[in-house]
């Protein structure tokens, strides 16, 4: 074992430091929700989005399934896609600016994996790197100006997810490296899973002391494989953080 990398285990924190990576700090995540995106989710919302925008009385037999939903769901909820609704979040007071990718996968008929894709807090949308291969040092990237409001989490879609046949058919990413304008920050660690993974970072970034944009960029070390193609996909990286509200 390599001096800097003895790991010591806090679950869902830090567990030790990556050597080669400057010492960065390796981060778990903690696990969140799966997204249903299957038509039967996407029709019960398109039900439930028709009632509260009815300019009508729910009908008695309405009533008892409508009032389960909106208790689940609020007047908020945006659909099975959208990651944030239309409630205030850390995003009413920022965020990135400007994304970008190292590579891009071609479009697909009417599939787009652009980079933007792993930015538009939708479950239904994903970035796909674009080399031979599967895309080890390839990478996304997230510049902030220097007056959007500090964060401290990275959130992380891994894969995919539209359907487990496709999650499961393209790679996933095992590991990847946070760098901030260049320097390695942390190591994630991903779980091979369709849910929602969140990393707690180690301290607030953003607003740097030198006044100039931040610059969060995020690159393949390592994978899990796909069942059929070497594709890497993420579909979505988004943040939260404080200094709002």
């Given at each position: 074992?390599n001096?800097?990398?003895v ?13 080669g ?13 799966t ?9 019960l ?5 028709s009632?509260?925008?009815?300019k ?34 850390w995003?009413c ?8 990718a190292?590579?891009?996968?071609k ?6 994996y652009?980079?933007?894709q792993a930015?538009?807090l939708?479950?239904?949308?994903a ?6 291969g ?27 997810v539209t ?15 946070m ?16 849910a ?8 607030l970034f ?10 969060l ?5 390592d994978v ?15 943040f939260d ?5």
């Open positions: 074992m001096k800097g990398s790991c010591f285990l806090l679950a869902g924190g830090i567990i030790g430091t990556a050597a990576q400057g010492h960065a700090p390796v981060l778990r995540p903690q696990l969140g929700g997204p249903d995106l299957s038509a039967e989710a996407h029709r919302h398109a039900w439930y989005d009632l509260l925008t009815a009508r009385d729910i009908a008695p037999s309405e009533q008892a399934p409508f009032d389960r939903l909106f208790y689940a769901w609020g007047e908020t909820y945006m659909g099975p896609c959208a990651i944030i609704g239309m409630e205030c979040s995003y007071g920022g965020g990135p600016d400007t994304v970008w190292s590579s891009t996968l479009p697909v008929g009417s599939h787009r652009d980079a933007l930015h538009d939708d479950h239904c949308h970035w796909a790197e674009g080399v031979p599967p895309g080890i040092g390839e990478s996304l990237t997230y510049r902030f100006t220097n007056d959007s409001p500090r964060l401290h989490t990275v959130n992380i879609s891994n894969g995919l359907n487990e046949p496709a999650w499961r058919a393209n790679n996933r990413v095992k590991r990847l490296r760098d901030e304008n260049g320097v390695p920050v942390a190591v994630l660690l991903l779980e091979d899973t369709m929602d993974q969140t990393f707690t970072l180690p301290r953003g607003q740097r002391v030198d006044h100039q944009p931040m610059r960029s995020f690159t393949i070390l899990y494989r796909g069942e059929r193609y070497d594709d890497t996909v993420i579909t979505e990286v988004w953080g404080t200094d709002v509200h």
